[in-house]
């Protein structure tokens, strides 16, 4: 199946440093992908669609200025946390679909991304 | 806009047992469904989804669940417990319109007691 992959799994950083979240489709091309947030105990939280070649979507109360969407290419997508702080700190999970029409409407999810701020 | 309902945030099984799982959804046109199953610490794992077709789906590691367009539900099912299927399960809906925008439910955990 369709595989997508983040990178780091975990990050450890110092407040006010910024932090890169890479999501990658590795053996499809993804015209769009999502990040989602999630706190502990608590269900996946969307804050942005990425569509490849434009300007990220972002949900209501999500921050642009703070979370950074890129989306360059078909097969990678990046998060930045810029000026983190410990608030900031979370699992982050992006998910990708394929070209429209395939791979069944399904979205494949990373393994999420670990960030912690200190 | 599309809303996803998952009754109990723990369920507590015996091994053996019977898993059932509920998912309740709002959707002004057809929808596509799906389960997710989260671990510790990791992604999303796609347990099975309805996008048309026959409404009894059958997933991974012996799950299946019905769509019930009557009933608005998408409960999630297995025979037989196993202590591997600890794990947290996450119900989704697609948008009606925009199929890539999901929704989910809060998540159930399932407990697997021996």
């Known amino acids: 199946g369709a595989v997508v992959s983040q990178h780091p799994s975990w990050v450890i950083c110092k407040s006010g440093t910024s932090v890169k979240i890479e999501c990658r489709s590795l053996?499809?091309?993804?015209?769009?992908m999502f990040w989602y947030r999630q706190f502990p105990k608590q269900s996946l939280m969307l804050m942005a669609t990425s569509n490849e070649g434009s300007k990220a979507t972002y949900e209501q109360g999500v921050e642009k200025d703070k979370f950074l969407i890129n989306h360059a290419s078909l097969t990678l997508s990046t998060l930045t946390v810029t000026s983190a702080h410990p608030e900031d700190s979370s699992f982050y999970i992006c998910?990708?679909?394929?070209?429209?029409?395939?791979?069944?409407?399904?979205?494949?999810f990373g393994e999420g991304s670990r960030l912690t701020v200190l | 806009a599309q809303s996803v309902t998952q009754l109990g945030s723990h369920v507590s099984v015996s091994e053996g047992a019977l898993v059932l799982l509920r998912c309740n959804y709002s959707s002004s046109v057809p929808p596509y469904l799906f389960w997710y199953v989260q671990y510790p610490n990791q992604g999303l794992q796609l347990l099975l989804k309805?996008?048309?077709?026959?409404?009894l789906v059958k997933g991974i590691n012996g799950f299946e669940a019905e769509f019930k367009k009557s009933e608005t539900s998408f409960h999630l099912t297995k025979p037989s417990a196993h202590m591997s299927d600890a794990a947290e399960y996450f119900c989704a809906v697609s948008d009606g319109y925009n199929f890539n925008k999901f929704y989910f439910g809060s998540g159930t955990k399932l407990n697997v007691k021996p």
């Open positions: 309805y996008t048309t077709g026959a409404t």
């Open positions: 053996d499809f091309q993804a015209t769009t």
């Open positions: 998910s990708a679909s394929g070209l429209a029409g395939e791979l069944g409407g399904e979205l494949f």
